[in-house]
């Protein structure tokens, strides 16, 4: 019994034993971590649980949300039905470029291109007078589609467009091909959503939270997450840089994605950063804004739409 009794005692003691801190931590965090750790696959930290419905991201890591996952790809296996993740929705291409109202997916001319969902044709042609967006012949051949609840979709760089102006479509009808018409590098198919006014260059959505996720090489659905970085105010802030790390595979590789949040005038929804296209599992998310960095842990499940919210100064 003593001897038990001594265990117990030193079991007490070893869990109130405060950790030496060798390092100045410069990670804002719940769990403070110092910036030179190595995350071996057995010691990552905990990530608060999700809370059941509703879900406050101010008080948990992260939330699963419904998301909006209504439309279909608008190119179809055996094509490329994948994302450019090197130019996604509001980059600028480290400033080489407009910022970028949609998605491309990048495929070889004569690609077929299909209706995102049921719907009427507005407008087929060239884009001849600068209607959709401020320049002439900017999309080349270009196929809107008015869809219900004034959503809209947009297909640009076409070779071929196959519908009228008019014409009823349903999902996954053919409605062109790919090209490289108007301001275009290479073949591929540049894919917008609007909403509300579609001749509003800057009432676009980000397609990523829209269209269904696309399917990994093991057969199973990404994820998708969305990064909101607001400040005190709970007012989406103008520019932060952001890292989204993989934890290691079995193979012990590590997938990373960096970006920047969306340019001021398309902060127009509840997020300024998106990363689609994620393999189920653990990430580690990195905000640096005026010299901080702030960070949180994520667990992405397959089809899932993951939100996050961090709160700067």
Not at 281 to 306: C, T
Request: net charge neutral; charged share 15%; proline share 8%.
């Amino acid at each position: 019994m003593k001897r038990i009794l001594n265990l117990f005692l030193l079991l007490i003691l070893v869990s109130c034993a405060k950790p030496v801190v060798t390092e100045t931590p410069t990670v804002i965090n719940t769990k403070v971590i110092p910036t030179s750790t190595v995350f071996p696959p057995t010691s990552f930290p905990m990530i608060t649980p999700v809370a059941e419905i509703p879900c406050d991201p101010l008080t948990v890591d992260y939330c699963i949300i419904e998301g909006h996952f209504i439309l279909q790809r608008p190119i179809h296996l055996p094509g490329n039905d994948l994302v450019d993740e090197t130019y996604p929705y509001g980059s600028t291409a480290n400033g080489t470029r407009e910022p970028h109202h949609g998605v491309e997916f990048p495929n070889q001319s004569g690609t077929p291109v299909y209706a995102a969902a049921n719907g009427t044709v507005i407008f087929v042609g060239p884009d001849k007078e600068a209607i959709y967006s401020p320049w002439p012949n900017f999309y080349g051949n270009l196929v809107v589609i008015h869809h219900k609840d004034g959503l809209f979709t947009l297909y640009a760089h076409l070779s071929k467009i196959h519908v009228k102006v008019g014409g009823v479509v349903g999902a996954g009808t053919q409605i062109g091909e790919v090209g490289r018409t108007g301001v275009a590098i290479g073949s591929h198919l540049h894919f917008e959503i609007r909403q509300g006014d579609v001749q509003d260059y800057f009432a676009t959505q980000n397609p990523e939270l829209w269209l269904v996720p696309a399917k990994g090489a093991n057969g199973k659905p990404f994820g998708t997450l969305t990064i909101s970085v607001v400040d005190g105010g709970r007012k989406l802030v103008k520019y932060a840089e952001y890292t989204i790390r993989s934890s290691p595979n079995q193979s012990g590789e590590v997938k990373s994605y960096y970006g920047i949040t969306y340019p001021s005038d398309m902060l127009n929804g509840d997020e300024n950063a998106v990363q689609g296209e994620l393999p189920a599992g653990r990430y580690r998310i990195a905000i640096e804004r005026n010299g901080k960095v702030y960070q949180r842990w994520v667990e992405v499940e397959s089809g899932r739409l993951m939100q996050v919210v961090f709160v700067v100064k």
